[in-house]
């Protein structure tokens, strides 16, 4: 599979994941969506997603949870539960199952795969916090190509 788009490298060491995109480190979005990566092109096999706590989160709670909301019309769509990161240490890392109804996970070490692999439109995916709190992630995700043409990008 060729890769044109000099934003993704082809991974070949970590599991066959896939094309790799990075979001450098940001502030967490305050009582909002922000988006993190934007499919173009078609339909993606999302093989996993990782967020690594850069700078510690406030203590006070805050749900946070990935959501997908696709171009064509339609409402953004939970891609898992919510946990709550109040307090949570730099190095923390995020990660989902891709089973919908699990909460978003939070480990010092985690599996990168997903069990359960999804397939997404063209769209975001985006972070999404119910409270205003200091604290910022960094992301990666992992994906596969469904339709030719279809690439994601750091938002």
């Given at each position: 599979?060729?890769?044109t ?5 082809r ?10 995109v990075d ?9 909002t ?25 406030q203590?006070?709670a ?15 769509q ?34 990168i ?18 409270a ?8 990666t ?15």
């Open positions: 599979m060729a890769d788009n000099t934003n993704r490298q991974l070949t060491e970590v599991g066959q994941l896939g094309f790799r979001k450098a480190t940001a502030s967490l979005p305050q009582t969506d922000a988006a993190l990566f934007t499919i173009t092109g078609g339909r993606i096999y999302l093989t996993g997603i990782i967020g690594e706590v850069t700078t510690v989160m203590s006070q805050n749900n946070t949870k990935l959501v997908f909301n696709p171009t064509e019309t339609g409402a953004d939970d891609i898992c539960a919510v946990l709550n990161t109040t307090g949570d240490a730099v190095g923390t890392l995020y990660t989902i199952s891709g089973t919908v109804g699990d909460a978003l996970r939070d480990d010092l070490w985690i599996g795969s997903m069990t359960y692999p999804l397939i997404l439109s063209e769209g975001d995916i985006e972070l999404n916090c119910a205003s709190n200091t604290g910022s992630v960094s992301w995700m992992f994906y596969y190509p469904v339709d030719t043409g279809a690439t994601v990008a750091s938002a």
